[in-house]
Structures are given as C-alpha cells and as structure tokens.
C-alpha cells in the first residue's frame, strides 16, 4: 500500500508514501497504511467531528509480575544491587526493541564511582525485566554482569545510547547501529552483528560541533534520521537560545549533515522577536522526540518542558505527541497536550520525564517506556517506567454537539458526521479495511465507504451498500454486501467513515487501518 497525499500548494506538490516496516505483531502487518484522526495529512477532511487526545496510563502492568494494583505505576526496573555498574542510579536515555519475541533494553547505569556503563535487559513482556550475565567486560573483578562490549569495558562519557535493528543490513557486523553522545560536541556510532559485542565507527565523531543531545532515531524512506535538542542554527538575538528539536540526516550511517533542520519548536518563534533571553525560562523541547515509523506517519513523543524561571530546579517536563510525514518536520495536534503528565509518579520522582526510544504493540495494549530526568535531586528516584494505552487508542473522533447560536445549548450531533482520508494507493488483490473503535451498538454504528481520489462513490462501496459495524474492537472488518476487499486499482482511494443512528455520539473512532 502507499498512501499518496498529494497537495497542492502554489507550485509545489507533497507526496507522502508509506514503506515497509517491520511486523511487531501478528496484526501488524508491513505496508499497512495507518489512518490516525490526529494525523491532519492522512484524515484532512471531517466534518461535525471532535478530536480527542488520550493520555498514557502509567502502569507496571498485571501479566503475572505481580503488580500492586494500588500502586501500579512503579517502575518496572529499578537500579540493581550493591556493586552493580548500575547501581545506585540507571537512566533511560536508551532503546527498547522487539526482536523475535523478546524485548531487549539498552539503558545507561551509573555506579557509585559516577561512572556510566550501556547496560542491557531482557524481558518475555516487557514489564518483567532481567539482568542476564553477558560475561563479556570485566567489571569489580568479575565479568558475571550484563554490560554490553563496548569502548573495551571503559565507562562511557554520556548518558545516550539510541540502538536501530536492521535484519536485512548485507554485512550482519552492522544489522544492529547505535548512535551515542560522548560530549557536547561530538556524537559516535558502533556496530554490531548480536546487539552485544560493538565496534566502534572508525570515522567517528559522525556529528561533531553541534551541541546536540539526542533522542530519537529511524530510517524512513531508505534516509536515517537523527533528533536530539540543541544543533547548528541560527539565533536571531544573543542570548535567545531556547532548546528545540533538530534533525540530521545520513543515507549510509557514516556521513551525516553537517546542518541541521529546525524540526519542532516550542518558544517564540521568529519573524517574532524573543522577548524572553533566559536560556532556562519558558516553553521548550527537551531532548527532541522518540520516534515510531508506523509506515506512512511517524508518530513522536518529546520533551515538554516548563519553567517560570531561569532555575532549571523549578522546571517540570511533561512528554507531549508529535505527528510527522517525512521524520523531518513535526507537528503537535493538540498543543501543550500532555501525552504522559509527570505528575504522581509513586515513588515521589522528580516532576521531570524523559522519554526513550521503545514503542511497541503487544496484543491488545500499546506500551511506552519513559524515564525521569533529574535536575534538581541528584539522589532521586530513578528506574524505568511504564506508559501505557489500549491498542493504538491514543486519540478519537466522535460527533461534536451542534450549539445553538440564540440559546448556546447543545442540540443534536451535526448531520452525516465523517471524515475522509488522503488518497491511498492499493497494490494488492487483497486489501482490506479495519476500524478502530468503541462505543458501537446499532443505535451508535460506522458505515465505511469507498470513493475515488475525486471523492465519488465506488460501485460495489457506496455507504448504502455498506455493512453496518456495530461491534466495538481493536480491528473490525469493514465490508460491503456481497465483498470484504477492496482487490487492486490503478488509481488510489480515499476511505470515508460515517456515524449512523440514533446515538452516534457514543461512537468512537481511534484508527482506520487499510492493509
């Protein structure tokens, strides 16, 4: 499938094209076209529809790890024993992947020396972390301990270890990347055939002078894309620099931009002049966004920072949601959203999160690991932790109220409420449609209809030859009288959505998946 949004604007012409990506679940099948209601590029157009954003759960999870339900949002790996290279303190400034039916974690450990370490966790779910015993670097005397091999078993100088998984790499000494800071100024890559033993990029440092820290890293469109805050940009007023998310770009891992691209930002943005020259004060982007390619869309989680002051112990960082096309620029559906507050954590961690790279389906739940940045309390909680949401519902549609403009009450929902989507292209005898939803009964139900790229109805697909979906669930199946797909076309489609019945309201709509 390829979903081609194409829009004019004067002479220029955006496509936007899904690519292959790699199958997580069973229903998460490469080269499916994933329709978001907070994505304004694949669902333009709606009509009497409410967007609704949904902030994470923070959870340790119930899959038999014996979860305190009353306190359920401890972490779910905490620093290790006494004499561990992680111990007293781990961060999260790392990756979580899914690589045949285990999740693995890359995370920095902090000893009692101060020194760092990349560390690595395995786990059959996720929630449930193990330490297993590498044998591969000597540490205290022993090599009984789970440090991966890297920089010959030295601690590491920074905190970042952002780890990409590419099976089909033709040299397997580099199917897994890693992308570090080593200072303010210089960032490195390794390589490595199993994830464990690395080999550092003799071209190293493959950023350098950028001032970047980063936190989110994919390929996209055969292109790697690096983000991080900070980078090589211009500030219109001295003093005015306020941190923002930047990208950098690579085609082979080794040469990277020198120059970076603006890709998200929070302050005041010019032709405005900055009123604010406290480089601490204000709204920002902390660390940039952890990315997810879910094949036409990346969805990203960054760094909300907040501060009255110029301290940075009086700041807060909530993590809010970021919508891209092209993994280069961002665009936050709702703003100031906060995607996972930072509030609450049970152990009393700072109100200061950070987010990782590791986004994962795993069967009816969405997981997210997060971390806590410490800036005030450098004895404070740490741990990783848990964020989670049901499966994909990380926003919905639903009919609006009408308002009447005398009285300013609410009437019913605004007549034949839908969206349709951006042009998608089928390349398959085979595709078929799935709904994401809640709230079905026959008295709130979804038709879904198919029209050309022109927006007319196509025979066999109209509404009326739609079969009603009145059953909530994950992936409903979409269907017409006497067909379930939709079979190849040379020409794209748009998928149109409709709420029917005498409460429509109760419907709602968190993705439509076209496979």
């Known amino acids: ?238 003093g005015a620099r306020k941190c923002m998310m930047v990208t950098f770009i690579s085609y082979d891992f080794e040469k990277w931009s020198e120059a970076a691209h603006i890709s998200f930002r929070r302050d005041e943005v010019p032709p405005r002049m900055p009123t604010d020259l406290e480089p601490h004060r204000g709204e920002q982007v902390h660390v940039g966004a952890s990315l997810w390619n879910r094949g036409n869309v990346v969805l990203g989680i960054y760094g909300q920072y907040h501060n009255p002051t110029n301290d940075r112990r009086t700041s807060s960082c909530d993590l809010g949601l970021v919508v891209s096309h092209d993994a280069l620029h961002f665009k936050e559906p709702v703003p100031d959203f906060k995607f996972v507050p930072s509030y609450e954590e049970i152990d009393g961690a700072e109100p200061r999160l950070l987010q990782g790279e590791g986004f994962e389906n795993v069967g009816e739940r969405t997981l997210f690991w997060y971390s806590i940045w410490v800036a005030a309390d450098p004895k404070g909680p740490t741990g990783v932790r848990l964020a989670t949401w049901p499966r994909d519902r990380f926003g919905y549609f639903a009919p609006a109220p009408a308002w009447h403009y005398q009285t300013g009450r609410s009437t019913r929902p605004v007549e034949r409420p839908h969206f349709i989507s951006a042009p998608v292209r089928i390349a398959r005898e085979n595709a078929r449609v799935f709904v994401n939803a809640d709230g079905l009964t026959a008295e709130s139900r979804l038709r879904v209809e198919i029209l050309s790229e022109q927006l007319v109805p196509l025979d066999g697909y109209s509404a009326d030859e739609a079969v009603p979906i009145t059953e909530s669930g994950f992936r409903q199946l979409a269907g017409w009288r006497r067909k379930t797909v939709l ?29």
């Open 1 to 238: 499938m390829k979903l081609a949004n194409l829009a004019a604007v004067g002479l220029w012409m955006l496509t936007l094209c899904i690519v292959p990506t790699q199958a997580s679940d069973p229903r998460d099948s490469p080269g499916e076209t994933v329709l978001f209601p907070f994505d304004d590029y694949g669902i333009p157009f709606s009509k009497g529809l409410l967007l609704t954003l949904v902030a994470g759960r923070k959870t340790a999870g119930d899959n038999g790890t014996g979860a305190d339900p009353e306190h359920p949002n401890r972490p779910i790996l905490l620093p290790s024993e006494p004499g561990a290279p992680d111990y007293p303190r781990l961060y999260y400034y790392g990756t979580v992947l899914r690589i045949g039916g285990e999740f693995r974690m890359w995370y920095t450990g902090m000893d009692k020396e101060g020194h760092r370490y990349v560390c690595y966790a395995v786990s059959k779910d996720g929630i449930a972390w193990e330490r297993p015993r590498l044998g591969l670097v000597s540490y205290q005397g022993g090599t009984q301990n789970n440090l991966v091999g890297l920089d010959g078993g030295a601690p590491v100088p920074g905190a970042v270890c952002l780890v990409l998984y590419e099976p089909g790499d033709p040299r397997p000494e580099r199917r897994f990347k890693m992308v570090r800071e080593v200072s303010p100024t210089a960032i490195q890559a390794a390589f490595s055939a199993d994830g464990l033993r690395w080999a550092e990029f003799a071209g190293n440092p493959i950023i350098r002078g950028s001032g970047l820290e980063p936190s989110g890293l994919i390929k996209f469109n055969g292109c790697y894309y690096l983000n991080g805050h900070g980078g090589p940009f211009p500030h219109p007023v001295k």
């Open 487 to 515: 079979g190849h076309r040379e020409q794209p489609i748009r998928v149109r959505v409709n709420w029917e019945g005498m409460r429509p309201e109760d419907a709602r709509v968190y993705a439509v998946y076209v496979q």
